[in-house]
């Protein structure tokens, strides 16, 4: 079985560009997660997708932050403009369900971005 | 709200050495939990879970219990080898929101 798959898996930018991170689940996952984890820290979410529909999105900086899943399958995150702060690895994971004994999360192996 | 707390590494220990990581957590009601492995340049797995108090979560000779008691769930292992060395991420998960929430990690390092 394929796992999560991401691209690009490093970026660099500068400051005030933006930037896009593609994710495909695994194939039937119904639950999309993008994390981002800043060096030294444990990932932190940014916001989850149940189908193509947003569960929580409570910690996704939207002003500058958006994300979409179309078609409830793969998903982009986008960064606009960025800033120094957002260097850091974007990780993406899915799951079959939101709870219970299928609630595993896989991870992709994430996008590297530098802001210089 | 919930948080998890982990002991800092790196944690440097030689082959055949015991394994101790410890994670206390603080949430309101009963969270499940978990530890997470990130070997180097690869994504985190899941090592091993536990979702109710005392249950004992196990995976490669890891192991770790939920202590309800002492809001705790220690990563142990009798014996680590070379191709333990990674990153350890203790993570909670609240019933109702299912969102993960994740320590600082742990980097493990063990040398022959």
């Known amino acids: 079985e394929a796992g999560v798959a991401q691209s690009p898996r490093y970026k660099i930018i500068e400051k005030r560009q933006s930037v896009a991170f593609w994710c495909n689940p695994i194939s039937g996952h119904a639950t999309l997660y993008w994390y981002q984890q800043i060096l030294g820290q444990g990932p932190k979410l940014l916001i989850q997708?149940?189908?193509?529909?947003?569960?929580?999105d409570s910690q996704l900086p939207k002003d500058r932050f958006s994300a979409e899943r179309l078609k409830g399958v793969d998903s982009t995150l986008k960064i606009q403009p960025a800033k120094l702060e957002d260097s850091a690895v974007y990780l993406c994971?899915?799951?079959?369900?939101?709870?219970?004994?299928?609630?595993?999360?896989?991870f992709g192996p994430g996008t590297r971005l530098t802001v210089t | 709200g919930d948080s998890v707390t982990q002991m800092e590494g790196p944690v440097t220990l030689s082959e055949e050495a015991f394994l101790t990581i410890n994670c206390t957590y603080t949430a309101t009601g009963y969270p499940s939990l978990f530890w997470y492995v990130q070997y180097p340049g690869e994504g985190l797995q899941l090592l091993l879970k536990?979702?109710?108090?005392?249950d004992k979560g196990s995976n490669k000779g890891f192991e770790a219990t939920y202590r309800k008691e002492t809001t705790s769930f220690h990563l142990e292992k009798g014996s680590v080898q070379v191709s333990d060395s990674a990153v350890y991420f203790c993570?909670?998960?609240?019933?109702?929101?299912?969102?993960?929430?994740f320590g600082t990690g742990t980097r493990l390092q063990v040398f022959p």
């Open positions: 997708f149940q189908n193509n529909g947003v569960v929580d």
């Open positions: 994971a899915s799951s079959l369900a939101t709870s219970g004994s299928l609630f595993e999360q896989y």
């Open positions: 536990a979702t109710k108090a005392d």
């Open positions: 993570a909670l998960s609240d019933r109702n929101t299912d969102k993960l929430i």
